[in-house]
């Protein structure tokens, strides 16, 4: 809203502000992303979510205390007006939080149609003709692959028996798909990664994306490595520690919801440095991943990585970073560039798992059989080849004689 105002710029948004080269490097043709393909412009947003507070944006802003007093006054009548309709929500998932604004229902199946009907009453409300629905709720229970995720048939019978390894996330991912809208999840939890909504989505049209978004730590790691991995320095030791003192912060400071965090933020490393073909290098890797809740540095999140490397001869060394970040502005952009490229690839008749997103994620959801990539510079290439084969251009492979021109 600040942006549409031009009260301040999108940095870090590739929809708003990033460009794509097109053709030969000699044709000078480098279009801005938002005018190369139709994405939806900001001034056609409306937004609507869940909470199970009864807050309304300017409210939650304010406690969230991210943005500064004189920017929230300027947008404090556009922000009043985002009221959270009331969730579907059990403790039982998210054990450090609790809040007045949830529904009741007889079962699961019940709960997932009255989201199914806000759906429908917030498109209808405001004249909308797409929606496009984010999970960027708190982070849920370790869960795994159980019997009532194997098949949509399975799922709708657990949503009538309240199955409990169905929990709040799911039950929203399932009303959007079933009404077809892009569903993107923002959070570690399985959500729509499952193979009972995968089925549903090749049935309504829907596009997918996730999981967990990849913002502070965890990108510069994926920046980081690739580099190390290119020029084959060994690495037999990554330790990250972050403190962080926001809702994220106390919800994962419960084991459960930190164990989804911990395989989420885990996995980068092994596809990256590739310990199957480099043994020497990378198969020693000790790598440990800590989050600690303290409650003075807000979202103001500190991550520290200690890496231990390996050079000529065995030679040891270490590099160090200290990333002093800020949580949600890390993350604000790419849940606006997740939004409008979903819409993009709903109107694409784009449907099932979108990989040319895995560059938002820390552990991108992927086809059965195919591992993802998390390499941060393969997953930019692979995004912006898909918007140039979107529009039948030539796709960029840097090989050949094309590199030289
Ligand atoms: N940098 C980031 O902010 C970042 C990066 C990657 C992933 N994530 C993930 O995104 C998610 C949200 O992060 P956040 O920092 O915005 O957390 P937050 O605590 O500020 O916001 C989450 C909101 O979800 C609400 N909520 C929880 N369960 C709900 C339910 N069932 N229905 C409706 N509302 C519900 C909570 O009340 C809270 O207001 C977390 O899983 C987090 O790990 C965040």
């Known amino acids: 809203m600040a942006i549409r105002k031009g009260l301040a710029k999108p940095i870090g948004s590739l929809t708003q502000m990033g460009t794509i080269r097109l053709g030969k490097r000699t044709e ?21 979510g869940w909470d199970i507070f009864e807050d309304d944006c300017y409210e939650a802003a304010k406690t969230a205390g991210v943005l500064d007093a004189p920017l929230l006054e300027a947008i404090k009548d556009e922000l009043s007006a985002v009221k959270p309709m009331s969730a579907v929500f059990d403790r039982q998932y998210v054990k450090r939080l609790d809040g007045p604004n949830v529904k009741k229902g007889k079962n699961k199946k019940d709960l997932a149609e009255q989201l199914i009907a806000d759906i429908r009453k917030f498109k209808a409300d405001n004249g909308l003709d797409r929606v496009v629905l984010l999970w960027c709720g708190s982070t849920e229970i370790f869960l795994t692959e159980s019997p009532a995720h194997k098949s949509l048939a399975a799922f709708e019978k657990g949503l009538e028996e309240s199955d409990p390894t169905i929990p709040s996330s799911m039950i929203y991912a399932y009303a959007a798909i079933h009404e077809g809208l892009a569903y993107a999840n ?35 790691k994926t920046i980081i490595a690739p580099g190390l991995k290119a020029r084959l320095i060994g690495v037999e030791g990554w330790y990250s520690t972050n403190i962080l003192g926001n809702r994220d912060g106390e919800v994962l400071d419960d084991p459960e919801s930190f164990k989804t965090k911990e395989e989420s933020k885990k996995s980068v490393l092994d ?36 890496i231990d490397l390996v050079g000529w001869l065995g030679y040891k060394m270490q590099l160090k970073v200290n990333f002093l970040c800020r949580d949600s502005i890390l993350a604000a952009p ?30 991108p959801m992927h086809a059965p059989g195919l591992y993802p990539e998390h390499d941060l510079f393969i997953q930019s290439m692979k995004l912006k080849n898909t918007l140039r084969y979107m529009k039948g251009e030539e796709l960029i492979t840097h090989l050949g004689r094309e590199y030289y021109d």
């Open 28 to 48: 000078s043709r480098t279009p801005a992303i938002r005018d190369f393909v139709p994405l939806a412009g900001l001034d056609d947003i409306v937004f609507g």
């Open 334 to 363: 790419i849940v606006l560039d997740v939004a409008l490229f979903m819409d993009l690839a709903k109107r694409a008749g784009m449907t099932g798992i979108q990989e040319w997103l895995s560059f938002y994620f820390k552990s």
């Open 271 to 306: 596809y990256i440095l590739q310990p199957n073909l480099y043994p020497e290098l990378y198969e020693a890797l000790h790598h440990v991943v800590r989050i600690n809740y303290y409650k003075p540095r807000g979202d103001a999140k500190e991550g520290w990585d200690n």
């Open 186 to 220: 923002a959070a570690p939890n399985l959500s729509a990664d499952i193979p009972a909504l995968m089925e549903l989505a090749q049935k309504t049209g829907a596009p997918l994306a996730g999981k967990d978004l990849k913002t502070g730590q965890t990108l510069i």
